[in-house]
């Protein structure tokens, strides 16, 4: 069912009268679902964060944490607002470790401390500790509810534990297997214990844990480890080896989704990632102007390559009929170049030994690109001012576009190796770039083909 | 272990002399980093695919299946072809599904028939049906190994029938409940499962099927569906309502990526998803070269607008110098918000009805914006040319930034309406557009402010 029919049933019912009614809509919709809705009502304000508390409190208190978790960070913020401490409190022990942690953080400090001397001390340092990580580093985005099994267990107590805990725990599926110091000495899937004799012995089987990552990396390495390995789950150690923590696939999954929507906007120079309907103007404008502002005065580069040849330009006006196609060229080719390679090295796909043998491609490439450009272009040249224009435009346009090419595919590595993100080499830079280069070949090649004195 | 020193043992031990040794090896690596080590080799011809072959004889059925699955499609496409036809198939067998259809479909016509005829007929029927689905389809990503339970079975029973096919299913971590006509009635997960009570039937503990897909759909559509309900797999269904398959969440993500990869690369102008360092020269060329000729063409625009003002730049031929500045402003503006929307209809956050709504609030934006980037230019202006040039170009940036940020964000809605890829708005193609706007407002503002007669 769509999700705007879904709007129209819920406001048809109202909550506090139709009881009944709500509780069997959230049976007979996903929950993702629900959320979704119930957030579009709460956006054009015909819903208030009061009515979603109140038809929380009709559901059993793990369909309210499931739904509840389906809201965005700022809907959960206003929402938890209406409830009584210690209803928030009960709620946070059913949520997922690491989704609490950020939901606490936001609430104001005298409503948080209620909430965390609702909850037992166990809870209140786990939500402490997942909220002293960075933002961006696997700490912030790891789940603390993970299953332990005792290698010595066999198979069958194994499995009768693992049941014993399934409702809590954000997956059962892998379970990890420490010794005293919490160090982590294997894994095993629920899969395996089930093809298992019931009399083995969790340590017959377990599989010698490889596979890990730290818990101060960056969220997107235990993304890609989740890819790369087909990974249900990977475990997550601290700087003495013990497991602290595991990242799921899903979180995973959205993890990725933000690194993709920052390297998307990256490319067009915007370092903004997060919801864009919810954006406020403020922050847009903070987003943006940055760059703009530092690509005008990159462009003043451009503008001096122009003073330079003024003269030329004032003997043969007809020449700046082609400065924007021959400057935008080499922009162009550039910011394919930038693109593919930024995006190459984000995935791990090129490191930053390939250059060379990448470089040696692009020359081939962008030469090939840059005789078809030249013969393109020099086709207009013919016709809007004859034989010499359209050599010089064809000759211009040929080292524009292999120059821009170059440019293009080196700049990332070149941040890269100097510790900056290579997804700053946006379109909008290259352009830049290529312009001020673009305007003195252009002109350079001009003056020699056509014998004008340059002259400042 | 990092990959390089994996290369280095691997080519120190010669795979034929030192058997237990390369058994060892792989027992003692995750699988796809041994076969990211051995891909390497492969791509610097350090080993041949024969030596691959030989290294997979050593290995249990289903290792050897587990590790080829993790090669390329061009490699595994090498490697097969040393196999004997009775091997492979042996092999295929033991692959997923979806894997082995895509394989087969590269193999020579005659050693696909061998390798079909040793296959028994459902499996052949399975491979020719997953072939028959177009490449960007559902159906040519889910697999056909999953699991199906009786709604009747009691859950004892189930559990005892899925650990006897949980080696040969994709997932038995969620099963699925069809009626006698293959149709879809509930899902039920292995958790659920294991809560229960052993004497209660499936039928009690399933869960009605709400979320699925169809076979024909983009799959991109079941990566979001499966990243929105936070699910291990998605079921898919046929015209008939039939199931057919299922999406596994790591297929998922694999899809996730590839969609952006294509992404970023459109945003740049490039039409490409794949292996950057694989593709050849001559394929990078034709998924550059229609979009650099294009554009080309698109700049004749901005010369036919300079040359309307021929003569405002003859008489002022200090203009040249903003000009380049004014236009890219434009253009960058455009590509931010061009950008944003691209990403943002592309995940569905925003969607067709949304534009008037993010209209009004681009206008704000790009007005704060061009206030500010005016003030920036107009220092420059008043510098190089006295007042009445830095009131020309502080209008001028006012107006370019706002048409480019209009244009830019409108053009993805425009796409989209028309039935192109919104993706095809790219930071190229916005600029050449902005270029040609920039031309005509600038000179136009220039022409009226300095009292410049305008003539063709």
Known sequence: MSISIMTQELLALNISQHQAAMQRFVAQHPLADCAEALSMLLDEQQLHSQDVRDLLRLLPLDQQAALFGYFSLPWQQAIAEQLAADELAHLSERMAHDERADL??????????????????RERQDIERLASYPSDSIGAVMTTDFA???????????????????????TIYQAYVVDEQQKLKGTVSLRDMLVAEPSQRIADIMTQALIFVWVDELQS?????????????IPVLDLQNRLVGIVTYDDAMDVAEDEADRHVHKAGAVDFSGNLKDATIGLMYRKRVFWLVLLVFGNIF??????????????????VFFLPLLIDSGGNAGSQSATLMVRALATGEVVAKDWAKMLSKELFISALLGVTMA????????????????????????IVVIVGSVVGMSLPFILNKLRFDPASASAPLITTIADAIGVIIYFSVATMILDFPPMA
Chains 1, 2 share one sequence.
């Open 148 to 170: 332990v099994l005792d290698a010595t267990l066999t198979i069958e107590d194994a499995m009768h534990h693992l049941r014993s805990i399934a409702a809590e725990r954000e």
């Open 302 to 319: 451009s503008g001096a390559g122009i003073a330079y040849f003024e003269d030329t330009i004032q003997t043969y006006v007809a020449l």
């Open 104 to 121: 606490l953080a936001l609430l104001e400090p005298t409503l948080k401390q209620q909430v965390l001397q609702q909850m037992d001390s």
């Open 375 to 398: 013969l393109a272009v020099s086709l207009l040249g013919f016709w809007r001012g004859g034989a010499e224009i359209a050599l010089v435009v064809a000759i211009t346009m040929q």
């Open 221 to 233: 390495v235990a993304a890609q480890a989740i890819s790369k390995y087909d990974l249900l789950a």
